[in-house]
């Protein structure tokens, strides 16, 4: 780990961190109206991934993909614009928190149908096979998509194609409400199931950042050079509910000694810790860095909210014919 890399991974979740809760501080607001799924606890992963892909990868999410569309460098003041429906938002303030998309990153867009951009991720991967280049598609996910037909039928698609894409699984045990013990059989993992499939697959711990970013590394490296589909199933957990500002861990579906058990093993502050033990940041130099990304956080959500609503005659229009592109 040199220093260098210590501050992107540092950098990129602390910025993710302060993005998100800056969200969730400012909901009650109700400017934001669109809902919104907040992945504060499970930086780790994005930034990992994020870091180990390069600019002209591609990338698709979900749902839950703030941090993901940030850590592939997503433009910030556009996601928040985004969030608060303004014309100057990434899908034009037509699709809020679930349909981010950046394309000058690589960023191809993330959808709320559960498992509806896992296709979408493997037939970019097949362009760039066509292409012959050695760009990589990945495609993140939630443990509820090993319960979607398509998943299967993706997978199935990229081992026979031998596809460049990362498949990478933040299996936070909970989809909605429902625990993994009640929606998949237990002795069963993701990861076992993608490779009996015929696909690669490894297990690793999504809150441990330099652990979350060499296994990526590595496996990005051999799909670059040919060597078809890679999976990596993370474990992670979120702190917030499912879907909002809020916590919740009052209504029953989850114990606080859970939700506590793995707060105490926060993935900001975990390495934070070892990049100072190792010498490979100082305090002063972190401090300085949180200052920067609270002004650039602040100065998103002014830019968002002095941004103009789009005009009443494009609410009806296609996003793309609007912005007089052809589809
Ligand atoms: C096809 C489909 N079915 C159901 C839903 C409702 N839904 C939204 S998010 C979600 C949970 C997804 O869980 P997971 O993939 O584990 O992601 P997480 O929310 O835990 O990040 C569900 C069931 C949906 N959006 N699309
Ligand atoms: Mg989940």
């Given at each position: 780990m040199t220093p260098d890399l210590a501050r992107q991974l540092l950098h990129s979740m602390r910025r993710i961190r302060c993005v998100e809760e800056t969200i969730a501080e400012r909901y009650a607001e109700q400017k934001?109206?669109?809902?919104?799924?907040?992945?504060?606890?499970?930086?780790?992963?994005?930034?990992?991934?994020?870091?180990?892909?390069r600019h002209d990868d591609y990338a698709v999410s979900g749902h839950r993909a703030h941090a993901h569309y940030l850590a592939k460098g997503g433009d910030l003041r556009a996601m928040i614009a985004e969030i608060y429906g303004k014309a100057t938002g990434c899908a034009r303030g037509k699709g809020g928190s679930m349909h981010l998309v950046d394309e000058t990153v690589g960023f191809m867009g993330s959808t709320a149908i559960v498992a509806g951009t896992v296709p979408v991720g493997v037939g970019l991967a097949y362009g760039l096979k066509l292409q012959r280049t050695d760009r990589v598609?990945?495609?993140?996910?939630?443990?509820?998509?090993?319960?979607a037909g398509v998943f299967y039928e993706s997978l199935n698609f990229?081992?026979?194609?031998?596809?460049?894409?990362?498949?990478?699984?933040?299996?936070?045990?909970?989809?909605?409400?429902?625990?993994?013990s009640v929606r998949q059989p237990s002795d069963r993992s993701i990861q076992a199931v993608a490779a009996a499939m015929g696909v690669p697959s490894q297990h690793a711990d999504g809150n441990d950042?330099?652990?979350?970013?060499?296994?990526?590394s590595e496996s990005v490296r051999t799909i670059r050079?040919?060597?078809?589909?890679?999976?990596?199933?993370?474990?992670?957990?979120?702190?917030?509910?499912?879907?909002?500002?809020?916590?919740?861990?009052?209504?029953?579906?989850?114990?606080?000694?859970?939700?506590?058990?793995?707060?105490?093993?926060?993935?900001?502050?975990?390495f934070e810790r070892a990049v100072l033990t190792r010498g490979l940041s100082k305090q002063s130099d972190i401090d300085a860095m949180q200052r920067d990304i609270e002004r650039e956080v602040a100065d998103a959500f002014a830019f968002a909210e002095s941004s103009p609503f789009p005009a009443p005659g494009d609410a009806f229009t296609d996003l793309y014919a609007s912005a007089g592109q052809s589809a």
């Open positions: 934001m109206r669109c809902p919104t799924h907040l992945s504060v606890g499970q930086e780790g992963v994005a930034a990992a991934v994020g870091t180990a892909l598609s990945c495609v993140f996910f939630g443990d509820a998509v090993a319960e990229a081992v026979l194609k031998k596809l460049p894409v990362l498949f990478v699984c933040e299996n936070n045990l909970y989809s909605v409400y429902s625990p993994l950042v330099q652990q979350a970013y060499d296994v990526t050079s040919g060597g078809g589909p890679r999976l990596i199933e993370f474990s992670t957990y979120r702190w917030r509910e499912h879907c909002g500002p809020f916590y919740d861990n009052d209504i029953g579906y989850r114990t606080e000694a859970e939700f506590q058990e793995w707060k105490s093993r926060e993935p900001i502050a975990h």
